[in-house]
């Protein structure tokens, strides 16, 4: 058989395109990833800056000034000192836990941002079971401290990660008993841009806020105590534990924890707007000036942008109340905060749950 020199040159060229076009669909598929890894960060970065800044007007004094406008460039500046310091490892600790620890922290906090829809167009992965996903991923993070904590051959640091592992078992139960009132009565759905659309028709008054008061109350004090934020840091607290898990990290690890706990606080807002706020519904406005309604009709660009713009103005609002809550209450003793989980929040939410249901099967 004789095989033409054209033939050939055809043959090359047509593999070729082919290969391009997966290289082009591997690198479009990687730039929703990458660009949501980037918003993330930004969003980290303004968190540590807000924190800071409020923390200073709360206790009358002046916050970061020097580095960027405003101090603005303060938490990037912190952040590349801890990159360029010295890594440690302890001599007799378990080295492969004390490195895999901070990496599964702040993996499983990475891919819970998966399911968050920031616009009605802009989410990385719309699934039936997003929210509960979001409670599964999340409930890896605990394993990672701990690890840590044994890991370091360390008194303190083994007590903090035991501490932990309590305190997210304790609280996340409650909290996913709170959404899943919301999927019984709500939206009938467990997907969050179901969630989301099934606020929207009603405007501000169809908020899940309103539906779901005790359950709102809820998932407010589970989340704060999810993210180790005061009333609720016992597994880090300086007082008792040097640093809890955290004692013998230095470097990049160390700030690895310092990220994943504000991730966790972001990601913890997020839903909090997205469940109960209404996420990127612009609601407020419909009660006074009704035209503003046809805002959530807009498509393309400008409406995910205004969609992005207003979720986010909704999750800073539940931020600054975190922060705000850290600079007001003092912190609990270990058996307050496992009583107030397992002995008022278990039993609020179980309640709340059966009033659910006992509404859904009335409505029939």
């Known amino acids: 058989m004789i095989i033409y020199t054209t033939e050939v040159e055809d043959i090359n060229s047509f593999y070729t395109l082919e290969s391009l076009k997966e ?23 303004v968190i540590v800056w807000l924190e800071r800044e409020i923390s200073a007007a709360i206790q009358q004094r002046i916050g970061p000034e020097y580095a960027g406008p405003l101090g603005i460039l303060q938490a990037l500046a912190d952040g590349t000192k801890l990159l ?11 080295t492969r836990l004390f490195s895999i620890g901070p990496a ?16 009605s167009r802009l989410i990385l992965a719309d699934l039936n ?42 609280y996340e139960i409650p909290l996913t ?10 939206s009938n759905s467990s997907s969050t841009v179901d969630i989301v659309e099934a606020q929207s028709k009603y405007g501000f008054w169809g908020w899940n806020l309103w539906r779901q008061p005790i359950g709102f109350i809820v998932f407010l004090i589970s989340s704060l105590a999810e993210c180790e934020r005061l009333p609720f840091d016992l597994p880090e607290a300086e007082e008792e534990l040097v ?26 807002s997020l839903f909090v707007t997205v469940l109960y706020l209404g996420g990127w519904n612009i609601s407020i ?64 939410s179980l309640g709340n749950l059966l009033l659910t249901t006992s509404f859904q099967l009335l409505s029939l």
Not at 84 to 94: C, M, Q
Not at 105 to 115: D, E, K, R, T
């Open 285 to 348: 406005p419909y009660v006074f000036v009704p035209e503003l309604f046809e805002i959530n009709k807009i498509n393309g660009i400008i409406g995910t942008t205004i969609g992005i713009f207003i979720t986010l103005a909704k999750t800073y609002l539940f931020l600054f109340i975190s922060i705000a809550t850290r600079w007001t209450l003092p912190r609990l003793r270990m058996d307050q905060l496992l009583n107030l989980g397992w002995k008022f929040l278990l039993p609020i």
């Open 129 to 170: 079971i997003g929210i509960f996903l979001w409670i599964a991923i999340s409930s890896i993070a605990p394993v990672g401290l701990l690890m840590s904590g044994y890991g370091s051959n360390n008194k303190y640091s083994f007590l903090g990660g035991l501490r932990a592992a309590a305190q997210s078992i304790s």
């Open 177 to 186: 008993l709170c959404v899943l009132s919301i999927s019984l009565r709500v």
């Open 243 to 268: 640093a809890g898990y955290q004692t013998e990290y230095s470097g990049i690890k160390f700030g690895l924890f310092y990220v994943a706990s504000y991730l966790n606080l972001l990601l913890s």
């Open 104 to 119: 599964i922290a702040v993996i499983s906090i990475l891919l819970s941002f998966s399911v968050i829809p920031f616009s």
């Open 23 to 45: 290289v082009y669909g591997i690198i479009w598929m990687l730039v929703p990833i990458l660009t949501l890894v980037l918003g993330i960060t930004i969003g980290v970065l």
């Open 84 to 94: 360029f310091k010295e890594n440690i490892l302890p001599s007799r600790g378990n």
